[in-house]
């Protein structure tokens, strides 16, 4: 079973950046798509960004495109969201998350990183 361990989330005025990283251990990820979704108070849960292990094709949600952008070290078995134009708004727990290629529901999940952007 995969495990994914979250890291990055911090306080970061407007206009900044952050970098979030989900590190993945135990079991090869070849055939798995990894995404990071986020859950800000009394709001559902709203993807954020996908990317497929194998060839790295990447798919954004409407409200972090061309801010946002998901990456892959496959040497270091990681995933990035590098985060750019910070909003209040993207103000949310991130949750890193793992399904494999044939499913379209995540299975496995982080304990997700708060993020925090101040107006």
């Known amino acids: 079973q995969v495990q994914l361990v979250e890291s990055g989330g911090g306080l970061v005025q407007a206009g900044g950046s952050l970098r979030l990283s989900c590190a993945a251990s135990?079991?090869?990820?070849?055939?798995?798509?990894m995404g990071w979704f986020r859950q800000a108070p009394g709001k559902e849960r709203e993807f954020v960004a996908h990317i497929t292990w194998s060839g790295g094709s990447t798919y954004y949600g409407d409200s972090v495109k061309g801010r946002f952008t998901i990456s892959r070290d496959v040497a270091k078995n990681t995933v990035y969201l590098q985060m750019n134009s910070l909003k209040p708004e993207d103000t949310a727990i991130y949750y890193c998350a793992a399904r494999t290629a044939t499913m379209t529901m995540y299975d496995r999940w982080g304990q997700g990183t708060q993020v925090t952007v101040s107006s």
């Open positions: 135990g079991r090869t990820l070849s055939r798995y798509v």
